[in-house]
């Protein structure tokens, strides 16, 4: 379900590779957490600031797939035989 086609760049330059796989687990565990502390924001500064720093790596990381999937599947890179995907 989570692999792409090879025809994609990215994919073929993790071809075999656990990088993708454990970069969606970390996407949806550190998504979990940061959605577990959102409520407890308001009373400690301690969860305030974990809270933050979780919600910037996660927003930086989404923002990465979101690039890699945007070029990967619309079709922004040429084949070897010349062809778009």
Known sequence: ?????DIEPL??????SLLEPLLMMVLYICTGVT????PF?????WV???FAVFAWCLGLLWILL???VFYSHIGFF???DGSYI
């Open 35 to 38: 959605a577990v502390l959102a």
């Open 48 to 50: 305030a600031r974990i």
């Open 1 to 5: 379900m989570w692999r792409p086609p």
């Open 11 to 16: 994919a073929r330059l993790m071809a075999g």
């Open 41 to 45: 924001v308001r009373e400690s500064v």
């Open 66 to 68: 979101s690039l890699t």
């Open 78 to 80: 040429p084949q070897p």
